[in-house]
């Protein structure tokens, strides 16, 4: 691509934006503008930082090109309306070290013998076990960034004997996940089991993980999960529904729903983002918004509420979510795309 393309497709979207963000409610539906802007965010976001870093550039360029004046004041705004500017990779790394220090102080003094409703069979123990083995195997993987698959298995990752001791266990291989991410190049590849094979695909893998695990935590001791942060529920919901096509558990089930051509729609209330899943083809299609087909079936709550759904972490019966259209074709979706 030429740069003169480059330019005049940066400067017409960076105009477009400000078009958008500068809009009086009588010429374009606040809602409708805040559901284009969060789309266009989220595409930007899935960027490499080299991309992102690039863009940031075109954006700052096109304004600059404007007399000075109202319209490249707001030009130079939209960079940092995407965080263009932001490493999103070391932003994903602080979020996972935060959540991941709640998750510690929530089953610090537990009793580790707590059972875990969401996960049958399992204590906070279990629980702690798993989550901390997540964080070391992904450790190994940012660092030695192997070409072919490594099972968590194959490394020592083993907790000490007494479950007690598990909660510092797991906060020792939470901050070697944290440490060893910032070190490593977003860029570097490495196996993954999706479709980024990449380092970045980590620490969203691992924030999905602990996000997902300390509201097991919170189910297990207060019957239910403390509010989750939109922009992170939504993160973990997008790399859910990127990841499940390869994670053969759910991606064949999925492919013998026999309903193609059925589209489930997620809304969430809090943040104003929606997903569209069309299924077909021997699995499913997803995408960021609403292209105006109309749902077979449709859900609404908060992010965080509905990637618990995703998760069977609630149930769809739950007051939380709003349920229109088939529901078989919910129910159908839930049973087999059940971790």
Known sequence: MSDALLNALAEALAGLVTAVETSDEDTLDPDTAVKWLEDTGHVLSGLGRTDRSTLDGLFRAAALRQPPG??????????????LAEDAHLAVVDAVAERAGRYADTVRDADPATPVPTCPSWTLADLTRHLGTVHGWAAHLVTARPATRVRAGDLALEPPADPSAYPGWFTARAEGFAAAARAADPDAPVWSPGAD?????????????????????????????????????????????TTAPYVPWIA?????????????????????????????GGGFAWSRGSDGTEPTASVTADAGELLLLMHRRYAADDLRFTLTGDRDLLDDWLAAGAL
Do not use: Q
């Open 252 to 280: 064949e089930p999925l492919a013998h729903l026999d309903r193609d051509g059925a589209v489930l729609r997620l809304a969430a209330r809090d943040s104003g983002a929606v997903w569209t899943l069309v299924l077909g």
């Open 197 to 241: 094979p990449s380092v970045r695909h980590y620490p969203r893998h691992v924030l999905a993980e602990t996000v997902v695990h300390l509201a097991d935590a919170e189910i297990a001791l207060t019957g239910t999960a403390r509010p989750l942060d939109p922009c992170t529920a939504a993160d973990a919901l997008d790399h859910f529904l």
């Open 70 to 83: 109202a319209r490249r004041d707001e030009l130079l705004k939209v960079p940092g309306g995407f965080r």
